[in-house]
């Protein structure tokens, strides 16, 4: 890639993806990002039930047994971000920004993980929720309650310096998906807090996907871009 060329970011929306498709895609983009194929990505998404255990591979925080899983329907991955286990589902917002790091030999990781918090924070900011971090935990919090998870995977570039990022983020957003989806599991392995939703925070409905749209300037804002790509009419606006 010429560092003197503006970035471009492409920019999708997915309703629905099942969980192990859209880990496929995020592999096959690095790959083609690293070498030059295609532009860097931000993909937003909603999952159908899945529990997915990171690199801490702590598989007793899942509290369900096989039998259940599968009379639930909810699917589980043992997966290659860092962190424990986390839920995803209907009426979560999950992102994942596939982003070229470090190029220029100065690679500050957790300041990628800082910004990426940032980012929720100030979109929270927007409806007066004051949205903060716990010095030892990674991810968005109101007050006690935790309403954006975040677990990424550096990739370690081949053809260059520096890395690609994946996985991302899962915000929150409908009223009840703590109730409903993290029951099942100690999120993160933390026991001594719960989640919360933007809905509960807020007491107003939201559509999923206008929260992706809304998030977007937000994003920008932290991640710095030339050119925006993308199909989605969400991002029409950005263009």
């Known amino acids: 890639m010429n560092s003197t060329e503006p970035r471009k970011l492409e920019i999708s929306y997915f309703p629905m993806i099942e969980y192990g498709r ?7 983009s690095v790959r083609a990002i690293d070498a030059g194929e295609r532009p860097e990505q931000l993909i937003f998404l909603q999952h159908p039930p899945t529990y997915t255990i ?3 591979n702590h598989p007793e925080h899942l509290l369900m047994s096989a039998e259940q899983l599968r009379e639930q329907g909810i699917s589980v991955f043992e997966i290659d971000r860092g962190g424990d286990i986390t839920y995803h589902g209907p009426g979560q917002l999950v992102g ?8 220029q030999g100065r690679v500050d990781l957790h300041g990628y993980l800082r910004s990426l918090e940032q980012v929720i924070i100030d979109y929270l900011a927007t409806f007066g929720i004051e949205g903060g971090r716990k010095p030892e935990y990674t991810g968005v919090w109101v007050g006690d309650v935790k309403i954006c998870a975040i677990g990424v995977k550096f990739n370690r570039s081949r053809a ?3 890395f690609i990022t994946s996985h991302g983020f899962a915000l ?6 703590g109730a409903e989806g993290f029951r099942g599991i100690i999120p993160c392995g933390i026991s001594q807090y719960g989640v919360t939703s933007l809905e509960e925070c807020t007491g107003r409905r939201f559509e999923v996907e206008g929260v992706a749209a809304a998030l ?6 932290i991640f710095s871009y030339g050119t925006i790509e993308s199909d989605w009419a969400g991002a029409e606006a950005f263009k």
């Open 172 to 177: 929150n957003i409908r009223e009840g998906i």
């Open 96 to 103: 994942y920004p596939l982003l070229r790091i470090g190029e």
């Open 216 to 221: 977007i300037p937000h994003f920008l804002n």
């Open 160 to 162: 260059g310096k520096g």
């Open 54 to 56: 990171g690199s801490q």
């Open 22 to 28: 859209a880990w496929d895609l995020q592999k096959e």
